[in-house]
């Protein structure tokens, strides 16, 4: 199947969609679920040019991949400057991860620390440590992280957790997770790619 964005609109990409086929967006995976773009995911440059994508859904897929950096700075080339991504992952202490043998990448709070773009606010004691110990390989990838919060459950009567836990994630995980463990860590990420245009990409 040919691995085009729809000609008007925005671009979007699900990046390892599985059943989740969404009408005008580019649905990618290497397996065949009907009416997705096939390819394999961990083979890079993806079949896009740079900077062609406005949004990006990775959706229960970063855990399974072989390289995280890899797919990381892969994520932030397909990007146009400024375009949402908005990652969903298994959280490492939960039985999401550690239950499913085929995860191989484990998530935490800060896992797009080494990638964060810091420009422009005050930095926290640990954010200033982490930017001196970057582990990013010396990838381009940079992005502003909007948001990242835990997601305590699907179940309903679960979520009122999530105000709770969210207070101060960072701290929330280093010292409580362990007892009252989410299911699940969700990230908003802004490409920040300066100097390019975002109207690049074909």
């Not at 440590?129 to 940079?142: D, E, F, I, Q, V």
């Amino acid at each position: 199947m040919s691995a085009e964005a729809p000609s008007n609109g925005p671009r979007r990409l699900n990046v390892g969609c599985g059943l989740d086929i969404r009408p005008g967006w580019v649905n990618l995976d290497q397996v065949d679920y009907g009416g997705n773009t096939l390819t394999d995911l961990n083979q890079y440059p993806w079949p896009f040019p740079d900077s062609h994508f406005d949004e990006v859904l990775a959706s229960h897929i970063l855990e399974h991949m072989g390289n995280f950096n890899a797919v990381v700075t892969e994520l932030w080339r397909v990007s146009k400057p400024g375009a949402l991504i908005v990652v969903r992952v298994p959280f490492f202490l939960s039985t999401k991860f550690y239950s499913e043998p085929d995860h191989r990448v484990p998530f935490g709070i800060r896992s797009f620390d080494n990638y964060e773009d810091f420009s422009g606010r005050t930095l926290r004691f640990y954010e200033k440590w982490k930017l001196g110990h970057r582990t990013n390989y010396g990838s381009p990838a940079r992005f502003v992280v909007e948001e990242k919060k835990f997601h305590f459950s699907n179940f309903a009567l679960l979520r009122w957790l999530n105000v709770f836990i969210n207070l101060e994630p960072v701290l929330f995980e280093r010292f409580f997770a362990t007892w009252l463990t989410p299911e699940e860590v969700w990230f908003r990420l802004r490409v920040s790619k300066p100097g390019v245009k975002s109207g690049t990409g074909a």
